[in-house]
């Protein structure tokens, strides 16, 4: 039997030796997620950003010119300069209904992951 410092004190660490020879099972908050679900859920997260990326640039751009030259001047027949004026107000408009879907979205799907988890 060993004494002194070289022998080995588990028990104030609050451990006895018994303990350590048990294979408790995690907790359920501390099992890990299965690596497939959350892949999937960054390649998700992941297209959706692309996606509303993609319409960020191209809708707003798109309607400002699209409203300039062929409703504002086209059918409205305003000036040249009217027409910039209330394109670009157009443009303001769709990036932030843009915005909001995108935050829509992410909401409902952030949500979704949630409780997804939390059932798990």
Do not use: C
């Not at 409205?76 to 843009?98: E, K, L, N, P």
């Amino acid at each position: 039997m060993l004494r002194g410092k070289s022998r080995l004190n588990v028990e104030w660490l609050g451990y006895s030796p018994g303990l350590l020879l048990e294979r408790r099972r995690p907790q359920p908050e501390r099992m890990p997620r299965s690596p497939g679900r959350n892949e999937s859920s960054l390649a998700s997260t992941l297209k959706t950003l692309l996606f509303f990326t993609a319409l960020m640039i191209t809708v707003p751009i798109g309607l400002y010119f699209t409203t300039k030259s062929y409703v504002f001047e086209g059918a409205f027949g305003m000036s040249t300069r009217d027409s910039y004026f209330y394109a670009a107000i157009v443009a303001v408009v769709a990036v932030h209904v843009v915005l909001a879907l995108f935050v829509y979205v992410a909401w409902n799907e952030g949500s979704r992951q949630w409780r997804e988890g939390k059932q798990d």
